[in-house]
């Protein structure tokens, strides 16, 4: 009935002979639409009588067409449908280009590496960064622990053995070079494509040497907090205040804008919960990767950021059993290394430390460097007041002259000669207790160095390795202006040493306002230090009790108070 009902409402229509109508049944069914006609292509190939579909005139015009030879809708759809597929594709050819470009520049977290020095892991080479036994690997593999594994190079640094790991890194022919100081820095590369934090460490004793002025190069727009390290070092006495200020004035003129300045010991953890509780406030999410060059205290920070931290966060007291290696040999760190230490999301990478070829630990033998490491507080060292090596005994001369006429030995690495300065002025030497300090008269210095090299002057240590020494190939003289005499003129910084801090007089010496006021206000000397070696003359940083008391903090404009970090 129901079939017969809806019968009586169709009526059959019958297409133009030169069309026919393609069905999946004999019976065919053809429905026509209010005054517009409708055209099918069929789907057989025509026969000799019938025309192709543009040759077809329709039987009533498009309210839309132009004529016969007017797109149809059909043909308009299909257009858009084509332009729409055609784009979707080229958005997704962009998309997977961009990919792959990521995947380039961010750490590769798939190959298994050395959690102590973030060297990939590898079974062939039983020297080089990263050995591990095959029967250790093919276990740790099974059970997806590889990344519990400590390389043997690692193993041996854990117990003092310096063993060095970076090429180009000095002018001594020991140890095996498996590593470029330009590799170290290309692993660094990605970080300026990455929205990161960027915490960077500088040693407060190697200020001037550890600074890295190009640091935007690697850290490009990203946010930086500035971490000042091993403040416990400093002199008895010191004023932190007035440390600060004194870096904040340093960072200033250096021009680089910094969210804040942390005083830190990662020995005592002095300020570590300051700079972990900027982390949180200024992470967001980013990951966060610890910057400075070789030896600055990357690792050690590390270690006492993650205690400081599993106080309150789970995931940082699991991080604690695998920490980087800490080490004074530089290159000890030879890729970066992933520390899961936040539970709200982002890593913590340690990166290899930036080799500056002007720090004296490029030129030393790697047996030598932990002499230039100072394990305890500093105690500054004045002349005069130190011992006077000479063989005509000219120790008389030498306290009624002053300091002028005679050379100061630092080591086997710097030599300062006197040249003209008051009677009364005094050099007071900061830097590590193993480095012995040496005077003789100017004339006796040449003969004494080449006499005493190896032996009382060291490092170099021993007559072997004095014998590849190159000597102090670099002389600057320095001309030293000052105005107050209650105030030391300036300190003279050796990268990757020290410094030395010039006071035009001490009280003890004794000398009247009015004859001060009748003397120069300038001091020259003249400075001797290996090749690559820099030497930086900068304001004197405010350590020990006197420290606080001539330290004078210079005011800001208002372009750098805008930009003075906390």
Known sequence: MALKTLSTFLSPLSLPKHYTLSIFNPVSLNIYRKSTPL?????????????????????????????????????????????????KLLIKEIKKTKKKTKKVLKVNTATACCYGCGA???????DAPGYVDMGTYELKKKHHQLRTILC???????????????????????????????????KLSHLRHEKALIVKLVDIVDFNGSFLSR???????????????????????????????WVVEAITKKKLNVLSVHLTSSKSLV???????????????????????????????????????????????????????QSAVPGTTLGPIQIDAFLG???LYDTPGVHLHHRQAAVVHSEDLPILAPQSRLRGQSFPGCQVSSKNGMAGKFNSNGLNGFSIFWGGLVRIDVLKVLPETC??????????????????????????????????????????????????QLQIN??????PASDVAISGLGWITIEPRRESLGISESNFAERTKELHIAVHVPKPVEIFVRPSIPVGKAGAEWYQYRELTEKEEEIRPK
């Open 427 to 476: 050099l007071t030497f900061y830097g590590p207790k193993k480095l012995p300090i040496h005077a003789v008269p100017t004339h006796e210095a040449d003969e004494f160095y080449k006499k005493e090299l190896g032996v009382l002057l060291t490092p170099p240590t021993g007559k072997d390795r004095a014998g590849e020494w190159r000597g102090l190939e670099t002389v600057q």
């Open 482 to 487: 000052f105005e107050d005499a209650e105030r």
């Open 215 to 245: 640091v935007r190069d690697l850290a490009g727009a990203n946010p930086i907090i500035l971490v000042v390290t091993k403040v416990d070092l400093l002199p008895k006495g010191t004023d932190f205040n007035c440390v600060g200020d």
């Open 152 to 186: 043997g190079r690692c193993r041996l640094l854990s117990h003092g053995h310096m063993i060095t790991a970076v090429g180009g890194n000095g002018g001594y022919s020991g140890g095996k070079q498996f590593v470029s100081a330009d590799e170290l820095r290309e």
């Open 345 to 347: 999301g982002g890593k």
């Open 271 to 325: 300020g570590i919960a300051g700079v972990a509780s900027e982390i949180q406030k200024e992470k967001k999410g980013r990951d966060v990767y610890i910057l400075g060059s070789a030896n600055v205290g990357k690792s050690a920070f590390i270690s006492a950021l993650l205690k400081m931290m599993a106080q309150r966060d789970p995931a940082a007291a699991a991080a604690q059993k695998y920490k980087p290696i």
């Open 120 to 126: 990939p892991l590898q079974t062939s080479e039983v």
């Open 39 to 87: 055209s099918c292509k069929s789907t057989h190939s025509h026969s000799p009588s019938q025309l192709p579909l543009s040759d077809t005139k329709l039987l009533s015009s498009e309210p839309e067409g132009t004529g016969a030879a007017s797109p149809t809708r059909g043909d308009r759809f299909l257009e858009r449908q084509q332009a729409d597929e055609a784009a």
